[in-house]
């Protein structure tokens, strides 16, 4: 498993990515698996961690500040050498490519080492070139939504997938009933929409939490604050049962992304305990909270779905990450994708030989 290098892989978790990360290797060694973590040495040492880089880059290289400069794209390319060249060495039957390096496509393709990449991000210019120069069978690609597949291709080759989010319904447990206020949570930055979700909730005359780390402070500072008050409230970048109590007592998730998303990991985490969701349609929302959310397109709209969203069943938004989202069914999609990779690998290895042969 190769993560991705902004932040570590342990929580306080600053985004979806690292949770998930996290959460999938954790879920494959539960399963009986294997499994070795390529990622910054700050993270979580319960894993099975094989650190490529002392610290994740953004404690020393910001993204705000460093993003595509020659120094944070050796830094990068220094620490995928690294990891790559252990997996080279250690016969791995099947890396799977939580980063979003497009070097790591063209080495598996080189070295017929199956890899199932999964795609957490819409469509950049770099990773698509090399997703479309380096295909390969033994070269598989998952996305996180029907919606996220479609912004990558006009027609998904045989080697792309859909793995839904799993989530753990055991730490996001049910809770039959709200205190009345609605709840937002997630890395504070623009592309986020936390203001929006301040307006709406004002507009709405419901108390707000806000929950989550500082990714933009000139956006906390500038758009944020002015908009708090008492009944709408930041609490910080939680943790663990206090941010799952938090989210799990609330009426109503606030979810306000400005870009598309390819997922939504935090609507599917409150919809397991019980809460509907009150979004921004963008993104593969839509497709995630079904009929246990109410959409809507700015922050008047927000207001009126965040009332009508308070009226949907807290067990149905239970019972559809129950069906949808369970950490089982997202596992073996990717077991799916493990064997279609390897399988791949065997194939093309075996016509090599005919030909050979021939």
């Known amino acids: 498993m190769i993560g991705h290098l902004r932040h570590p892989i342990a929580s306080p978790f600053m985004g979806g990515m690292e949770a998930h990360c996290h959460q999938l290797v954790s879920a494959l060694v539960a399963r009986g698996h294997s499994v070795t973590l390529f990622a910054s040495g700050d993270s979580d040492p319960a894993l ?8 994740h880059y953004d404690a020393e290289l910001p993204w705000a500040l460093w993003n595509s400069t020659p120094r944070l794209a050796q830094f990068l390319s220094g620490a995928f050498e690294c990891a790559w060249a252990a997996v080279t060495a250690g016969e791995f039957d099947v890396v799977h490519n939580n980063s979003m390096d497009p070097a790591l496509h063209h080495w598996a393709r080189r070295d017929r080492q199956p890899m ?19 295909a390969a069978p033994w070269a598989h690609q998952t996305v996180t939504s029907e919606a996220h597949l479609a912004s990558w291709w006009a027609n998904p ?15 996001w447990t049910f809770r039959p009933n709200g205190n009345g206020r609605a709840v937002w949570a997630g890395r504070i930055t623009p592309n986020k929409g936390t203001a929006i979700a301040l307006d709406a909730a004002k507009y709405a005359g419901i108390a707000l939490d806000v929950i989550g780390p500082i990714d933009c402070s000139e956006y906390f500072q500038a758009e944020v ?25 609330s009426s109503v998730l606030l979810a306000t992304p400005t870009w598309d998303e390819p997922f939504g990991l935090i609507a599917a985490e409150a919809m397991a305990c019980g809460v509907p969701v009150a979004a921004l349609d963008r ?29 949907i069943s807290r067990a149905a938004c239970r019972q559809r ?20 990779a ?8 075996n016509a090599s030989t005919v030909a050979l042969l021939a």
């Open 342 to 349: 390897m399988a791949g690998a065997r194939a093309s290895s």
């Open 157 to 171: 080759p045989a080697t792309a997938s859909v793995v839904y989010n799993g989530i753990d319904t055991d730490r």
């Open 48 to 55: 099975p961690l094989h650190p490529i880089v002392e610290r």
């Open 116 to 134: 199932v990449t999964s795609l957490h991000v819409p469509p950049f210019a770099t990773l698509f070139s090399a997703l479309c120069d380096e």
């Open 283 to 311: 993104g593969a929302l839509r497709e995630v909270i079904g009929a246990c959310g109410v959409l809507a397109s700015d922050a008047r709209s927000l207001a009126d779905a965040i009332v009508a969203a308070r009226r």
């Open 225 to 249: 604050v002015p908009r708090l008050d008492q009944e709408r409230v930041y609490h910080g970048h939680m943790q663990g049962a206090e941010l799952v109590r938090m989210v799990g007592e």
């Open 321 to 340: 990450v129950e069906q949808a989202f369970s950490i089982r069914s997202m596992i073996e999609g990717y077991e799916h994708a493990y064997a279609a």
